[in-house]
């Protein structure tokens, strides 16, 4: 009886090991779609002349996408206007000049449906000057081999194919949009920069010879409107706006072939804001001229821009623009009113409650033994020349008197008011002659700091206070 029992036991098992053996070959079957009768045969699928494919549309998990070759120039059907990134393009149109299938799965253009191809996910079709048309339908992925199923319009079958056209179709029309950069200005090539925004122009120019109102003689770049004369620029600041507009580019063609009649509807025919650089082309070292116009916002993230003589209208980042239109009048400035170079300076003269004390300076020409010249700056107090360790302390006061730091250039008020006790007098040997630095009450915080009665800057109360004590410390010393 246990003998039986045993027995009908080992045959259930039996009867198991085998249900699960078919069932494993049933699941490598459907995994595989690969009937006995698949070959390694090559089997050319696509083959058309390159120069003669005009069109070509493809359909993946995104849509359908329409092109044509207009002068040698894919451009899509759908937006004609946008400027594409012609590789993609290319590389579809090389898939019909010669694909070859991997293997054959079915002589037989039949049940499409095992294979994904009745509803294939992913179709790529071209078409010739001459009226061919060729389609490649792609259908499921066989991860055993790492291939496409897929089937074609001109050859009877079913195929595996590599994964190269698919990976060509994945994209949408936005991934293929160029975003265009404008053109490029090095920075040390820009002689001009001028922009209006909410009804403010500013504008900067390089000078490389300086300008009458700037005595430091190492600042080429001058901010020509706001004030009553031209002012120094902060190099930092320039660096950066030559930074920030170096990453201006184009985001998306939203109109071209517009004219006059066109502009309103993107705010272009009144611009709120404008850009105009004028630089020298890196290349060709021609003088050219960059006007860029900007209209309305054509949503949260862009405005509307248009180059000057163009009928193209684009879309750019706005935060990218206004990190440049951003920049007022007062950013720009070089905020070092005392700022005069040491070489042109002879005397300066310090004037407080009433009475007068001199620095002088002459320079003194030496020749090392290598034949080098080097220029040593000799100082005197009120007409005795300084000792060896007086003339260190001179010249670290010197560096002291020309860094006094404004908060901000001031617009010029109509009146000053009565200077302060304490003013500062170069007396130079190139123009300007004399440059005097004066200081007026402001509130209880500032002072106004007046540069030849011209530029008026801001002047923290504490900085100037404790500037004038240590100039009066360091002349007390030299008595």
């Known amino acids: 009886m246990k003998k039986k029992k045993k027995n009908k036991g080992l045959l259930i098992a039996g009867l198991l090991l085998v249900l699960l053996a078919v069932v494993y070959l049933v699941i490598l079957t459907v995994n595989q779609k690969k009937p006995e009768d698949v070959t390694e045969e090559k089997v050319t699928l696509l083959s058309m002349n390159r120069d003669e494919i005009f069109k070509i549309s493809y359909q993946n998990k995104s849509g359908t996408y329409y092109f044509q070759n207009q002068n040698n120039t894919w451009v899509s059907e759908d937006e004609p206007e946008e400027t594409l990134s012609q590789s993609y ?123 009458f109102y700037d005595a430091s003689d190492v600042l080429i770049w001058f901010l020509t409107t706001g004030f009553a004369h031209e002012v120094g620029c902060s190099t930092s600041v320039l660096e950066k706006l030559f930074e920030n507009t170096a990453e201006l580019a184009y985001r998306k063609t939203a109109a071209s072939g517009v004219t006059a009649a066109d502009l309103a509807q993107y705010g272009l025919e009144n611009p709120a804001g404008s850009l105009y650089i004028e630089y020298l082309d890196s290349e060709t070292g021609e003088e050219k001229v960059y006007e860029l116009f900007i209209g309305d916002a054509s949503d949260e993230q862009n405005y509307y821009v248009m180059e000057a003589q163009s009928d193209k209208v684009y879309t750019m980042s706005k935060e990218s623009l206004e990190n440049i239109l951003g920049n007022t009048k007062y950013d720009y400035v070089y905020r070092y009113p005392a700022i005069v170079n040491v070489r042109t300076v002879d005397r300066i003269i310090f004037q407080s409650e009433g009475v007068s004390y001199e620095l002088a300076v002459r320079t003194e020409e030496k020749t090392d033994e290598n034949g080098k010249t080097k220029t040593d700056y000799i100082y005197s107090y009120q007409g005795k020349e300084l000792t060896e360790e007086q003339q260190a302390t001179a010249s670290s006061l010197y560096s002291g008197i020309i860094s006094l730091g404004a908060e901000r250039i001031v617009d010029q008020p109509e009146e000053l008011g009565e200077a302060l006790d304490f003013s500062i007098l170069f007396e130079r040997n190139k123009e300007p002659e004399k440059v005097e630095i004066l200081f007026y009450p402001y509130n209880s915080s500032y002072y106004l700091c007046s540069v030849n009665g011209d530029a008026i800057y801001l002047i923290n109360q504490r900085d100037l ?13 030299f008595e």
Do not use: C
């Not at 009745?118 to 389609?135: F, H, K, L, N, V």
């Not at 991860?143 to 009877?156: F, G, I, L, M």
């Not at 990976?167 to 090095?186: F, Q």
């Not at 206070?465 to 010393?477: C, K, M, N, P």
């Open 89 to 211: 393009l290319v590389n579809i149109r090389n898939v019909f000049t010669g694909l070859d299938a991997e293997s054959v799965v079915d002589t037989k253009t039949q049940n499409l449906e095992n294979y994904g191809l009745d509803q294939p996910t992913y179709m790529m079709r071209a078409e010739s000057e001459t009226g061919e048309e060729q389609i490649l339908y792609i259908g499921d992925f066989n991860s055993s081999v790492d291939q496409y199923y897929a089937y074609t319009n001109t050859k009877e079958g079913i195929y595996l194919i590599s994964k190269r056209p698919v990976t060509y179709i994945e994209y949408r029309l936005s991934d293929m949009i160029s975003t265009k950069n404008i053109p490029y200005m090095a920075a040390d090539t820009v002689s001009v920069y001028r922009h209006t925004w909410n009804g403010e122009t500013i504008s900067l120019e390089k000078k490389e010879e300086g300008s």
């Open 465 to 477: 206070e404790g500037y004038q004590s240590q100039i009066f410390a360091v002349l007390q010393s």
